[in-house]
């Protein structure tokens, strides 16, 4: 192991910690306040992204207490999460339960997914891309696993608070080199990695928390 491995390594382990104690603050700040509004309006725009067909698999990745994953699968898709934290995903079953929702949970780090080579036709995450220790690494890992004509859809509020909250400590912050990052430089890093078809599209009326940030899916597909 080479010591940036090694490194990331001790890092991801910090990660975890952190957000297995955090998980239930965390879903109470990020998820609780949302409207019914806000609710239709995320529906909405998971089906015109992900598409009509029902069938289709569909991995979420850094799924956290299940946002998206548990939404999906609520829509009639099959989606199936995958987090690091056990403490994240531990909300995540809960809530699938409380829905009568049947969801497969994997722990695993998003650079380094358990899964076959083109084994599923969308990947998903949302507020995952500034979390990135490893970008490039990260964004071929999720094409790897993407059927050719695949989808990756990743869900994110761009804005100039969004860089100034830190979840960690510095030296963890200074490696996160897409924090803050705008949609430009997001949609580089997919083309970069192989991503055909990329671009940026604004989710009109939803905000974050704050109400300063617009919502973004940043896409691109496997051809």
Known sequence: MNKRSTIVNAVLNTVEERWNTYSEKYDATHHGHLSEDDLTLWNRFLETHIGEDRQQKILDVGCGTGFLTI??????YKCR????STGMMDLAKSKAAEQDLEIEFSKGNVAELPFDDAGFDVVTNRSVLWT???PAKTFKEWRRVLKPGGKLLCFISIGKGDSKCNH???DIEDMLELKGAPASIL???LE???FDEVQAVMLEGIRNRHGNSPWYVIKGRKN
Do not use: F, P, V
């Not at 939404?71 to 009639?76: D, P, S, V």
């Open 71 to 76: 939404k999906i699968n609520a829509l009639g």
């Open 81 to 84: 999460g995958l987090d690091l």
């Open 132 to 134: 990135l220790l490893e």
């Open 168 to 170: 960690y400590s510095q």
């Open 187 to 189: 949609c580089r890093h």
């Open 192 to 194: 970069d990695a192989g």
